[in-house]
């Protein structure tokens, strides 16, 4: 089996205690340009360009070795400023590892800054649109209104209303969704440094009933983090009767934040 290859988690500005991560096996660190690199010798029979590509569309191989990634580089953040890797990042060399180091020195000095001292958090904000429905003639005076005018219609009339109601509701429903939805980001934006939004996700892929209305990520000082978990939670109980919730994970290594500027 050849182990010719090199496989990067993530580079630190302090050297990381490898000895403390005794799950992991094979886990290396070397110094380049003042950077420090967490890696490990992987095989070519895995991790060749071919073979890689081919590993990639096996999902339990991915979500093992996807985890593994991301758990190893969450432990190393605990005690160092991290720059993650992306997942299957490999070089041939430890020269070819230390151009790529030498080649964006500038750049990663400046990423290591602006993530130094900070976390990155995801917030979620789900909407179960048949539990808004369920209370939207309290929630909304349009159509509370128009529902007091088919009790006092003839019957006719009524039933035109009640198609009138209808597409009231959903215009109602989509409406209190954006204006939740931008009412929580900005609450968490004022807590975080940056941030940055997401693709919404289908309920396929969530796994969920309800919508999803915000997928955001946001880079938080360490000593705003409390504050900024404490927000999400009373969000989560207040507003879980018109049927939104709000779902808050992290810390994660800060991907979204890494901006490593091209040569």
């Known amino acids: 089996m050849n182990n010719e290859l090199i496989y990067v988690y993530c580079l630190s500005n302090s ?10 096996n094979g886990l290396k660190c070397i110094e380049s340009g003042g950077f420090f690199i967490t890696y490990k010798n992987v095989s070519e029979d895995e991790f060749s360009e071919e073979n890689l590509k081919r590993n990639i569309t096996n999902i339990a191989w991915v979500e093992i070795n996807a985890r593994e990634h991301i758990n190893v580089i969450s432990k190393i953040m605990q005690n ?7 997942f299957g990042t490999i ?8 151009k790529f180091i030498e080649d964006y020195t500038l750049s990663l000095n400046k990423n290591i800054i602006n993530i130094n001292g900070k976390e990155e958090w995801t917030v979620k904000i ?16 349009d159509v509370s209104d128009l ?6 219609s003839s019957p006719g009339r009524a039933y035109l209303l009640e198609r009138k109601k209808s597409d009231l509701i959903e215009i109602e429903i989509d409406k209190f969704c954006k204006s939740y939805g931008a009412s929580y980001y900005e609450l968490f934006l004022k807590l975080s440094e940056s941030t940055r939004i997401n693709n919404l996700l289908p309920k396929n892929l969530t796994g969920r009933n309800d919508d999803m209305i ?21 969000l989560w109980k207040e507003q879980k009767i018109t049927g939104f919730n709000v779902v808050l994970t992290g810390p994660w290594p800060p991907f979204s934040f890494i901006e490593i500027e091209e040569k």
């Open 15 to 24: 050297s990381p205690e490898l000895s403390l991560y005794t799950e992991f």
């Open 80 to 86: 160092n400023t991290v720059i993650p890797f992306k």
């Open 91 to 98: 070089y041939k060399s430890e020269e070819g590892l230390a």
């Open 126 to 141: 789900y909407c179960n649109h048949d539990e808004l429905k369920n209370q939207i003639e309290e929630l909304s005076k």
């Open 147 to 152: 529902e007091i005018q088919i009790r006092n």
């Open 214 to 234: 915000l997928n955001a990520a946001f880079l938080v000082s360490k000593d705003k983090v409390g504050e900024f978990v404490n927000t999400s939670n009373i």
